[in-house]
């Protein structure tokens, strides 16, 4: 049996079970309006696949991460399961073979920023405003290998 934290690189058949991952976390999150529809979502990621390397986990996809390898930047990551190790294995993933990766988390995902602590990133500038549609401010955190 396949450890189901394992990645693998995502696919373009894996663009709808990605979409359907964020979609669902948007819709669970309280603090998270939903600016865009469901199908936007897909269309974003399925926009910007050509230009990222992204990884996958499970079957149906639990889990997802999109990395800019011009400029190290973790553009998402997102698991339908937490504290089972699907976010560290996608992690582990992305720093393979690099020194330094960035990103930015919503100021009011205090357990994402855990998380990305637990993982070796610090905090870095201050509170960075919300570009629309996007509602809710973020902040930058960095991981220098």
Request: hydrophobic content about 40%; glycine content about 10%; charged content about 25%.
């Amino acid at each position: 049996m396949t450890d189901p934290f394992t990645p693998r690189r995502a696919g373009q058949e894996d663009i709808a079970g990605i979409a359907a991952v964020v979609n669902r976390w948007i819709d669970e999150t309280d603090w998270m309006p939903r600016t865009e529809s469901a199908e936007a979502i897909e269309g974003f990621i399925g926009a910007a696949f050509p230009d990222r390397i992204i990884w996958v986990v499970g079957d149906p996809i639990e889990g997802y991460l999109s990395l800019d390898p011009a400029t190290a930047k973790v553009g998402a990551l997102y698991c339908t399961r937490t504290g089972e190790g699907c976010g560290k294995a996608l992690m582990e993933a992305a720093k393979q073979g690099r020194d330094f990766l960035w990103l930015h988390t919503h100021v009011t995902n205090t357990r994402a920023q855990a998380f990305y602590r637990r993982e070796g990133f610090v905090a870095v500038g201050g509170e960075i405003a919300p570009e629309p549609p996007e509602t809710v401010p973020e902040m930058r955190m960095e991981w220098h290998g």
